[in-house]
């Protein structure tokens, strides 16, 4: 089986002069969008920035937050700080001149997430199984239910050095649904609510969430899935931008350093296909609603 899980774009600008626009198919179909001519322009003196010294050791990105508009996880005296952030911010409005640009039927809808730089080297990362992104998953996390909504994610490559992030990127989502959800058990009775009420989950981890969070488990325990099942080596060099529902597309970073990343939420109703969205296949395949 062959995959071309990437749609290339040739904009040079993030705003109206475009030209890309009303690819809302493509990013629903699961494709990601790459724009290999779309730099994140950095000052001369934005470039220190590009270090992990700016990052605190504790989280391994260094985050502004919204709509709270504060910055986490970095270190350094006020007047860098101010610098810092001001350039993660700038990124968070690019991307969403560039999203609200290429889906202008999100426009009304769409929210901001948080915004990332991501300092570390990919490859150096000390992880255990679950939370190794080398391994190709879907975007699912335990103590932050989506409920399904949906994780609409702006990747930009800063390295200045020339590396390229590679990625593994693999099978469409209904196939890897239908390859283990004869296997996912329906959660617990009384579960969802035990988990929110000890603080485990943000707001209620849905029977929708609970089948996600498999769906990651399984793929990244299962080691003949990461080596055997279709997928495709990506490399974004650097400049490029890409656009990706990351609760979608099957992904792996593999290796790279120095990345922006911009999350946006909305909710699949304001699809243009709504039915493409994970929550909606997955209640066509079980038939039943998963809320
Ligand atoms: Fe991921």
Not at 128 to 137: A, C, E, F, G, K
Not at 140 to 165: A, E, I, K
Not at 198 to 212: A, F, P, Q
Not at 247 to 265: C, I, K, N, R, W
Request: with cysteine; hydrophobic share 35%.
């Amino acid at each position: 089986m062959t995959l071309t899980p990437v749609s290339a774009f040739p904009d040079t600008s993030w705003d109206g002069a475009g030209p890309t626009r009303g690819v809302e198919p493509v990013v629903e179909s699961g494709s990601v969008l790459s724009f290999p001519h779309l730099p994140f322009a950095l000052s001369a003196a934005e470039r220190k920035f590009l270090d992990p010294r700016w990052a605190d050791g504790k989280a391994k990105n260094i985050s502004v937050r919204w709509p709270a508009d504060e910055m986490r996880g970095a270190i350094g005296d006020a007047d860098d700080l101010t610098a810092l952030k001001a350039m993660i911010v700038r990124y968070a409005e690019q991307s969403e001149t560039l999203v609200r640009r290429l889906f202008p039927h999100y426009r009304a809808h769409l929210r901001r997430g948080n915004t990332s730089l991501r300092p570390f080297d990919v490859a150096g990362r000390q992880t255990n199984w679950r939370q190794d992104d080398t391994r190709l998953h879907i975007d699912s996390f335990p103590s932050n239910p989506m409920q399904g909504t949906r994780l609409l994610r702006v990747f930009c490559n800063v390295n200045p050095n020339g590396r390229p992030r590679e990625w593994r990127v693999g099978e469409p989502f209904e196939a890897h649904a239908r390859r283990y959800l004869p296997s996912i058990a329906r959660p617990l009775p009384g579960s969802a609510w035990l988990l929110a009420k000890i603080g485990i989950t943000k707001r209620r981890r849905t029977e929708y969430d609970h089948v996600m969070l498999q769906l990651h488990d399984r793929a990244k325990a299962d080691a003949t899935f990461q080596r055997d099942s279709p997928q495709a080596r990506v490399a974004f060099a650097p400049g490029t931008t890409w656009v990706v529902y990351s609760d979608q597309v099957l992904h792996a970073a593999m290796s790279g350093q120095h990345m922006l990343e911009q999350t946006f939420y909305l909710e699949p109703e304001h699809q243009q296909q709504p039915e493409a969205a994970p929550r909606a296949t997955l209640e066509r395949l079980l038939g039943r609603e998963l809320r």
